[in-house]
């Protein structure tokens, strides 16, 4: 039997990085309150360039291994589904009979990411079917900050930015974005390519701008700060939406294209 430490390469240790990060994210928030959950997701902000750099690393130096394997899936069940599961619950819980609809949505949202990898792991298919848990760990990411920096905006910045409600709207759709997340997750109605280079020059641009813009909410909590880092994670968030309703129709494109195609060669 190996040790450990035999077994693992430098990019292990960058998906162990993202572990703790993620662990780090769900101590902080036992200590409750929205700016603590705020620290949470600005924690876990980072584990999507850890999850990034441990296979890109790991292309470039040829050290893909078993363990490695292992541990990229158990790091993406906490860190893109548990994890981010806790702290939407902690961030929208009301203290009423909602919250039970709420929990049930994070329940989900958890076990549709840890489906997703567990399929993953044993598929031999080119290509993701169903949304990576990245992009809806990501998802969860954005529709939290939007909402944080409302209420930053409506506050000024002043004592009750981080008592203030949340629009009444968000609390009503969050449990159901929770669940349609992890239908997404588990669907074979999505379908996306290979990771590429261009998944990489975006998050290289906009990664950055996620912490920026909450460290800048954090030091100068204005309402001009308030409005635009509001504006830029709502946006962001449309767009991941888009992105994800994009693959449902890049499926049924290409389903259509090989029914048209099958049913042609009948007719050859």
Not at 125 to 130: H, I, N, S, V
Not at 148 to 159: E, I, M, N, R
Not at 222 to 229: D, E, K, P, V
Not at 232 to 237: D, G, I, L, P, V
């Amino acid at each position: 039997m190996s040790k450990v430490r035999e077994l693992l390469q430098i990019k292990d240790y960058v998906t162990l990085l993202g572990t703790t990060l993620g662990l780090f994210s769900l101590i902080v928030v036992t200590f409750g309150g929205r700016a603590m959950v705020s620290v949470g997701f600005f924690l876990l902000a980072f584990t999507f360039g850890t999850d990034l750099a441990d296979g890109y690393i790991a292309r470039k130096t040829g050290t893909v291994n078993e363990i490695g394997k292992e541990l990229d899936s158990l790091n993406d069940s906490l860190t893109f589904g548990i994890a981010p599961a806790t702290l939407t619950f902690v961030a929208f819980k009301t203290g009423t009979y909602y919250d039970l609809l709420l929990a049930i949505g994070a329940v989900i949202f958890a076990l549709g990411g840890i489906l997703r990898l567990a399929r993953f792991n044993i598929s031999e298919e080119e290509g993701y079917t169903g949304v990576p848990t990245p992009l809806t760990g990501l998802i969860l990411l954005t529709f939290f900050y939007a909402n944080y920096f409302y209420s930053v905006a409506v506050t000024d910045g002043g004592p009750n930015a981080l008592t203030y409600p949340f629009p009444l709207f968000c609390y009503y759709i969050i449990p159901f974005i929770l669940i349609f997340l992890a239908w997404s997750n588990i669907t074979v109605h999505i379908s996306f390519g290979k990771k590429g280079k261009s998944v990489y020059v975006t998050f290289v641009i906009f990664a950055p701008l996620c912490p920026i813009f909450a460290i800048l909410g954090i030091l100068n909590p204005t309402f001009l700060i308030g409005f635009i880092s509001s504006f830029f994670f709502f946006s962001f968030f449309i767009v991941e939406i888009t992105y994800v309703i994009y693959g449902i129709f890049k499926k049924a494109s290409k389903k259509d294209e090989k029914s048209s195609k099958n049913k042609k060669n009948r007719n050859n």
